[in-house]
């Protein structure tokens, strides 16, 4: 697109509340805090990829939001003029821009650091709530226009379906191109000279070509991996970005603790896939998990906790007084004491050809991203329990039939009776209990299901374009090896139970565990936050006591 093209582009209405202008007042209180700077047609603030160093207000001119700036499919996400923001949730995150600010007409900026921003939005709390609103608004918008990531690949690929799994997980906007039914896509993988075996490939910024990329090379470029600080020993590793992790990062780092948090896939857990949590306090018309997840990483964020996402633990060690965790890419790291809050992971089916269809059918969470690749099919959903709950209301909107299979005899022997509730009100929902999954059907994708009503001995065929599991939960402890006291389940003995006086404390001191992996637990989110902001209490009590034994 020219210059005088994007001159000429109208500038965009605050339809939402994400473009708010800043009143006069507002922008006087700021000018302290910033530098104003003069800027030109054409002038670039930031690009598609840059660490978002600076909030942008515009105090004169024009500028415009820009996709795949300089490139072929360049295209204006937005236009704006004096009084409005640029940025969006990376601002607060600390991630990549996914996006390009270009001047179109002549005038001036005020340009304010992201730590200086993060300090105001603590100190002022009507800024703060503005910003976060604005920047989840925008975040949200730039999801549902597809901006981003593009993901080339055929659906029958599995590292198609893991790329794509990846940016859903961690709420990273996107578009997928499915090679097996778009023409344009074999003809751009010719124009970047992408040999077939190459895909699936991601494009970002519009013309930088990763062949196949790692989760943890695809975290680097989009900000959320973070490499181990070399020869520096933290106060706090937290291990696991759930619920928990992130309760245990917040309280540890308002309390000044050097705190660092990793995850193997995302932030918010399992937490983090489910479409609505309606009995969390504090939020009477229900919280998306990804908002709740999004919400805590910031908070997180703004007390100065580092993140780390993909980064997998591999193996738990002790060292003298620290624990060192390792993760994938032989980095290490070191810590005075360790939270574990690795939560579980959904069991999957004991059907044939399950591996098969995993690759494009099958999923472990309900997500928008999910609900869009299978609007206007029958769906299956497998559970009875919240989860499963969960998502059937959520599919529900979006599918125009969904069968809810569960081994149950009622809805309610392991699900919220308000799910229940609304589960048997839903006109295009069929519950199944007392019944089992035996077959899976289909050629290449997923058509159809061969389910038994264990009561009765019979089977039914029924047509399912997707499969959602939630079928209870293992413990991720696979790298704990035997480091640690487990119970006959795998979970993590904690307490009296492995031998210590502190509540959450494991059989090693200094090493904790909250939320979903630790045995005994509640499995419910607003425990597992509460434990993870009892964790970090334990944690001082075990640094005062090493302090006081070393004195």
Known sequence: ?????????????????AFPRLTDEQIGALLEH????????????????????????????????????????????????????????NLLTGQASLTTAVVTEPGEVLALPAETVRDLAVEDPRFGDLLLRVCMLRRSMLTKLGAGLRIIGSRYSPDTRRLRDFAARNRIPHVWTDLEDDASAEALLRELDVAPEDTPIVIWAGTHVLRNPSNADLGRLIGLRTSAPRGRVCDLVVVGAGPAGLAT?????????????????????????????ENYLGFPEGVAGADLADRALIQARKFGASLS???????LEQ???HHVVMVDGDEEFEGRAVVIATGVRYRKLDVPRLEEFERTNVYYAATPIEARLCRGDPVAVVGGGNSAGQATVFLSKHAPRVRLILRENELTEHMSRYLADRIERSPNVEVMPHSEVRELLGHEELEGLVVEDTDRGERTTVEARALFVFTGADPCNGWLGDELALDEGGY??????????????????????AGDVRSGSVRRVAAAVGEGAMAVRLVHEHLRLAYTASA
């Open 249 to 277: 990062a917040v309280y540890g780092a308002s309390d000044g603790l050097d705190t660092i948090v990793l995850d193997a896939v995302a932030t918010g857990g399992q937490a983090g896939t489910s479409p609505r949590i």
């Open 34 to 89: 910033g530098e104003r700077r003069p800027v030109k047609a054409g002038d670039v603030l930031f690009r598609e990829g840059d660490e978002s160093a600076e909030l942008f207000v515009i105090l004169s001119g024009q500028l415009a939001i820009v996709e795949g700036h300089g490139g072929p499919g360049e295209r204006v996400i937005g236009v704006h003029g004096p009084g409005r923001i640029l940025g969006e949730l």
């Open 319 to 321: 060292r003298g007084d």
């Open 492 to 513: 993590v003995l904690t307490g009296a139970a492995a031998g210590s006086d502190l509540p959450l404390q494991t059989s090693r001191p200094g090493v904790f565990a």
């Open 309 to 315: 996402v993909p980064s997998e633990a591999l193996r």
């Open 1 to 17: 697109m020219s210059a005088t093209e994007l001159a000429q582009s109208p500038e965009t209405p605050d339809l939402l509340g």
